[in-house]
């Protein structure tokens, strides 16, 4: 597939994510390494492939956004399995979300930001959380449409926000005045 002389961007990321299942399933670290190395020159070369085709931004969502989306959520798995930092990793999920954005890429960055508040510089802990929760803020945006989940991830709002970040506290007064209970 990507082999091919114009493959498309399904190609480099439907390979990228068979790569991350053959490293999930190795054994040794050398085969790990082989199979971290090999995908990220396919998500390389699948940003190579995307830049080529001059694809023009769109308000609407284009297959070329979700398979873009899915190289950058590659890309950030790959840089967890490198130990690089929860900050580095959000880079890439964000670049995901901005690609396709979705309730689950929202989560996906929201988690990251927080992991990365809570690994990071002290410093920079309260900007995450505060990012953390504007993706999380999108996430329950998302699941407006289903009650049962929002309802479940409004707890979530209590039991890892409010319950742990006292700043938060207009932001989160905002939230539940937009989603009552």
Do not use: C
Request: proline share 5%.
């Amino acid at each position: 597939m990507v082999g091919l002389t114009e493959p498309s961007l399904l190609g480099f990321q439907a390979l990228a994510i068979e790569y991350l299942e053959r490293l999930d399933a190795a054994e040794s670290p050398d085969e790990r390494e082989k199979w971290i190395s090999l995908a990220e020159d396919v998500v390389r070369r699948g940003f190579e492939r995307h830049g080529e085709l001059g694809l023009i931004p769109t308000p609407y969502s284009v297959s070329e956004g979700q398979d873009l989306a899915q190289l950058y959520e590659v890309q950030g798995i790959l840089l967890r399995h490198r130990g690089a930092p929860a900050s580095e990793q959000a880079q890439s999920l964000r670049r995901a979300f901005r690609s396709s954005p979705d309730a689950r890429r929202a989560w996906l960055v929201a988690q990251i930001l927080y992991i990365a508040a809570e690994t990071e510089a002290e410093e920079t802990r309260e900007a995450f959380i505060v990012e953390s929760l504007d993706y999380y803020a999108q996430l329950l945006a998302y699941s407006r449409a289903n009650p049962i989940q929002l309802e479940k991830n409004l707890i979530l709002l209590e039991t890892h926000y409010a319950e742990h970040f006292p700043f938060l506290e207009d932001r989160l007064a905002e939230l539940r005045g937009r989603y009552p209970r």
